[in-house]
């Protein structure tokens, strides 16, 4: 086993969360990490697996045992008869997709990020948008977990199905995943249209919109009444990928270095952030390219932010997006970060944020070390108005008792964890917040 020490400080990739572990271990296999486990039991040590930090919640501090997946990487097997692949659970999405492209394969949807493990990002329901095709977790069709006593439990819909139904997302709570299979399809083209779109005709249009293309989502800008949409459908090809000349100014400079400018500028004089903000929303010009899906997916993200995203029914998206617009113009508030629109086929996983119901997502986003509690408030006030279930790994302040209203399987959720760890070694602040003790 690699890498045990103690005392030393986690972050995530914000830099809002800090944990300091009894000690961090890396286990280089699946019967080391049973050991891990039952070596905290044995000491009474609290255990969480962290990922690459992508949260904005505390879902993985610890102050008992930090486990991390670094050397837990790598395809475990391909089955091209059953359409699937089975990775080990510290995989880098980035790296997955690299992998299933040069065998020919990709996952059907996925984030706009791959920087997470494939293991952080399902459990805690990361997801793209999709008419059709939902979450990173929903695309799962079995796992392996470690449980509390340091047994490996599989799961799949045949092998213990009501903890499939939880586990796949498991927010930490139910043991540490050790490998996930996924189902994976022949590679494929998609063609991507991002277009300049006035706020009033998305808005207008949501519905058609979405029903017309296979992943809709799109950006308003606050202070504005622009947005741009971004339409990914299946193609027939060619490939057609971004000038390298283009995409460069599109998704380097434009959406990394120049809004890095602009988000700084806006931290140090927010006056200026509404002026930027029509400024920046126009210089968005169309563009349409084809490439395979996670080149089209996904794009860096290198600007630090801290993030909420709600799930709302998707017939109250758009009123409740244009009482966001309401309250950013009647408030002292100045946003320079867009707020993102997304959907989600309904799932039948216990605690999906689309679990049993057709869903559309906003997501605020305040630029890192800007105040954005008075903002993120607002909002929230706004998305549980409307029914909505926060994103498990972003900003809230909901707790159990609210969770036990959104999720009509909530409590199908805590049997399952009162079953698999009843002393909870697994837990932390954060669980015994939305959870329950």
């Not at 984030?111 to 979450?135: C, K, L, N, P, W």
């Not at 083209?189 to 808005?203: N, Y």
Request: aromatic fraction near 8%; hydrophobic fraction near 40%.
């Amino acid at each position: 086993m690699s890498g045990a020490n103690s005392n030393s400080t986690w972050r995530n990739w914000a830099g809002n969360i800090t944990a300091r572990p009894a000690r961090a271990v890396s286990p280089a296999s699946t019967a080391e990490l049973a050991d891990v486990v039952r070596r905290a039991a044995e000491q009474g040590l609290t255990v969480k697996a962290v990922g690459t930090g992508h949260s904005f919640t505390a879902a993985a501090a610890t102050d008992g045992v930090l486990i991390r997946p670094d050397l837990l990487t790598g395809i475990r097997e391909l089955d091209r008869a059953a359409m699937t692949v089975t990775v080990e659970a510290g995989t880098p999405l980035k790296r997955l997709n690299a992998a299933l492209a040069r065998e020919g394969l990709s996952l059907t949807n996925m984030g706009d990020i791959m920087e997470q493990t494939v293991a952080g990002a399902t459990s805690t329901g990361t997801h793209g948008t999709g008419r059709d095709s939902a979450s990173i977790a929903a695309q799962i069709t079995a796992l392996e977990l470690v449980t509390a006593d340091g047994s490996l439990l599989t799961c799949s819909p045949e092998e213990n199905p009501e903890v499939f139904a939880a586990a796949r997302i498991g927010l930490g709570a139910l043991g540490v995943v050790s490998a996930i299979t996924f189902a994976v399809e022949p590679i494929f083209l998609l063609t991507a249209r991002e277009e300049p779109m006035a706020f009033d005709r998305v808005t207008a249009e949501f519905e058609e919109l979405f029903a017309e293309n296979e992943h809709f989502e799109f950006y308003w800008f606050p202070h504005t009444g622009n947005c741009n949409t971004k339409r990914n459908n299946r193609s027939a090809g060619p490939a057609a990928p971004p000038g390298r000349v283009r995409g460069w100014i599109d998704d380097e400079f434009m959406s990394n270095g120049l809004f890095q400018v602009v988000c700084s500028l806006g931290r140090a004089v927010p006056a200026t952030i509404p002026a930027v903000a029509k400024v920046s929303s126009r210089a968005l010009s169309a563009r349409t390219y084809t490439d395979i899906p996670y080149k089209v997916f996904t794009s860096p993200r290198r600007v630090r932010f801290v993030e909420m995203e709600y799930a709302l029914p998707r017939e109250a998206a758009v009123g409740a997006l244009r009482e966001v617009k309401a309250l950013v113009e009647r408030s002292p508030l100045r946003v320079s970060f867009p707020v993102e629109v997304r959907t989600a086929p309904a799932d039948d996983i216990a605690l999906s944020t689309a679990s049993g119901r057709e869903t559309a997502y906003i997501a605020v986003h305040m630029y890192r070390g800007t105040p954005h509690q008075a903002y993120f408030t607002a909002v929230e006030r706004i998305m549980t108005a409307h029914g909505g279930r926060p994103h498990w790994g972003k900003l809230h302040t909901q707790d159990a008792a609210y969770f036990a209203k959104a999720y009509p399987r909530f409590a199908e959720f805590t049997a399952v964890r009162d079953r698999l760890d009843p002393e909870r070694r697994f837990t932390n602040a954060y669980l015994r917040r939305v959870l329950g003790d």
